[in-house]
């Protein structure tokens, strides 16, 4: 079956770098997309960006937009999200997720499959 592990969550200061990963199996075909999603305490769900399989074509939301850069090892199955210049309003719980769509917007109920989330914070 599909599954999604996510990992590479932490503490940081304002102005820091982490990068997450996603691992992916069990996906079959070639078409699908992988997205990364965070949830803030209170807050709805929201979609932080996606990468193509097949195409690696990519999406970024505006609150991350020169912030974050998603890639793809498609030998590892591995999807990594580079999140740069950190800011406290990132604080949340990350989870990646897989739909076997395109990116071109990262929505929460168009995604099928997901990954268990991982605490990224930012403070001082």
């Known amino acids: 079956q599909v599954q999604l592990v996510g990992s590479g969550g932490g503490l940081v200061q304002p102005g820091g770098s982490l990068r997450l990963s996603c691992a992916a199996s069990g996906i079959t075909g070639g078409y ?3 997205g990364w999603f965070r949830q803030a305490p209170g807050k709805e769900r929201e979609g932080v960006s ?3 399989r097949s195409d690696g074509s990519t999406y970024y939301a505006d609150s991350v937009k020169g912030r974050f850069t998603i890639s793809r090892d498609n030998a590892k199955n591995t999807v990594y999200l580079q999140m740069n210049n950190l800011k406290p309003e990132d604080t949340a ?3 990646c997720a897989t739909a076997f769509i395109g990116c071109t917007v990262v929505v929460p109920h168009e995604y099928d499959y997901w990954g268990q989330g991982t605490q990224v914070t930012v403070s001082s």
């Open 50 to 52: 996606c990468i193509s």
């Open 32 to 34: 699908y997309a992988i």
């Open 93 to 95: 719980v990350y989870y």
